[in-house]
């Protein structure tokens, strides 16, 4: 009798805001001085998704990441320069709605990640989220200043 009462509750809990595909749209560091720089260009491409049971995985790039398979055997080195601007990880995700806040638990990533918690604070704008790093979760990056990445919902 119990477990038949599992399902409606599940279904009452809310969802979070977060859960889908949301494709990145801008990649923003500001400097304390205000001065802004676009360390994946002007127009990034990469795509973060949140799962209902607690996954996350990010991918973001440069503009000029390459579009076709590179040989590693034959590159030159602008190519293999190209292949390090990525950034990718996925691991599990705690949520404070009410605070607007998500950590990430990185559990592997492109540049060794492994075991890092990245503090991230979220505000949702329509169909857009933004995503705030702020001076002091930017240490772990080894920055200073404030990161904004701003995502679009998948359609």
Do not use: C
């Amino acid at each position: 009798m119990l477990l038949s009462l599992v399902p409606l509750l599940l279904a009452a809990q809310p969802k979070s805001p977060l859960i889908g595909a949301w494709k990145l749209v801008a990649y923003t560091h500001i400097q304390p001085s205000g001065e802004k720089t676009y360390p994946y260009g002007q127009r990034p491409t990469g795509l973060i998704v949140y799962t209902e049971n607690g996954w996350m995985s990010a991918q973001l790039y440069n503009e000029n990441y390459p579009t076709k398979p590179v040989n590693l055997q034959s590159a030159t080195l602008p190519e293999l320069q190209q292949l390090i601007r990525g950034a990718a990880y996925f691991g599990r995700y705690t949520l404070s709605e009410k605070a607007g806040k998500v950590v990430h638990h990185v559990e592997r990533g492109n540049r060794g990640q492994s075991g890092v918690d990245y503090v991230r604070y979220f505000k949702l704008d329509g169909e857009r989220l933004v995503i705030t790093v702020r001076p002091e979760d930017q240490q772990v990056l080894g920055r200073t200043g404030t990161t904004e990445i701003v995502w679009e919902r998948g359609r």
